[in-house]
């Protein structure tokens, strides 16, 4: 069983737009500190999801066990090392990133050089936001700094508004969404390039906002999904209207766009308090 300093109990929030359609949350928790969704061909994990630590997000087919990530914060190593077994060294392909941020990425260098150590072969793509050089600088560095002897090819691809990327497993469409560099409720700041996407693993569709204020992307990522996960970082939308982040009310109306819907990206209330 795993332990977290947080205590990670908000993020076992499953909740049904349709009643009666899928499974129930029970069945759905496959340990204490995880959200689990799945149906006859992919099984959707949120093994952590915290705003400002890290967010990862495991879809597995359930034909072939090829997996995609979405987000690779911190600790994702550590959380894909729980499923008992070193098939995903491999069996990953693609990560998707959402944006720059360092809870999406934090895990990213720490699973390149993981797949390194354990001599993975087939060639890695990643997915990330055009211009996103967070990405980018990780990417680039890890390859170069390792260009000599790295047994995989690692790819990245900058996708925008509409692209498409294909492996044989899983079909993502990105959709751009409005996601501020800091958190701020002036309405000042500079927007990331940030990504929701549109994962079909054969005839299901899961979709995931990324972190975003509430915008045309976010419904676009989420609308009509078998399941779509989305990000309910704040407890309240601020007075001054600006958004940085979803409130939960806001993604929970989102979530009824789709026929179900996983919220994540809480903040603890102990962040709220700055040092
Ligand atoms: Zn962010």
Not at 143 to 153: K, M, N
Request: hydrophobic share 40%; glycine share 10%.
């Amino acid at each position: 069983m795993k332990t977290y300093n947080i205590n990670p109990e908000h993020l076992r929030v499953i909740h049904q737009a349709s009643p009666g359609i899928v499974k129930s949350v029970n069945e759905s928790v496959v340990d204490d500190s995880s959200t689990t969704w799945e149906n006859d061909e992919v099984q959707v994990r949120v093994p952590f999801s915290i705003a400002g630590v890290g967010t990862t997000i495991v879809l597995t087919s359930k034909f072939t066990g090829k997996i995609m990530l979405l987000d690779v914060g911190d600790g994702a190593l550590r959380d894909l090392l729980q499923m008992g077994n070193m098939d995903f060294v491999n069996d990953i392909d693609p990560i998707a990133l959402s944006h720059g941020h360092f809870d999406h990425i934090g895990g990213l260098y720490t699973l390149l050089g993981f797949m390194r150590m354990m001599g993975r072969t087939t060639p890695l793509n990643i997915l990330i936001p055009k211009g996103c050089i967070q990405a980018i600088s990780v990417i680039k560095g890890y390859r170069e700094i390792h260009r000599a002897t790295l047994p995989y090819t690692i790819w990245y691809h900058e996708l925008s508004q509409g692209s498409g990327f294909d492996t044989d497993f899983f079909k993502v469409k990105s959709i751009e969404v409005e996601h501020f560099s800091l958190e701020s409720d002036s309405g000042e700041g500079l927007l990331e390039p940030a990504l929701g996407f549109r994962i079909g693993v054969g005839g299901t569709v899961v979709g995931y906002t990324g972190d975003t204020r509430l915008c045309s992307g976010a419904e676009a990522a989420v609308r009509d999904t078998d399941l779509a996960i989305i990000e309910a970082t704040r407890k309240k939308a601020p007075a001054s209207g600006h958004r940085v982040h979803l409130s939960l009310s806001e993604a929970n109306d989102l979530g009824k766009l789709a026929k179900e819907f996983i919220l994540i990206h809480e903040v603890p209330e102990a962040y709220l308090q700055r040092p």
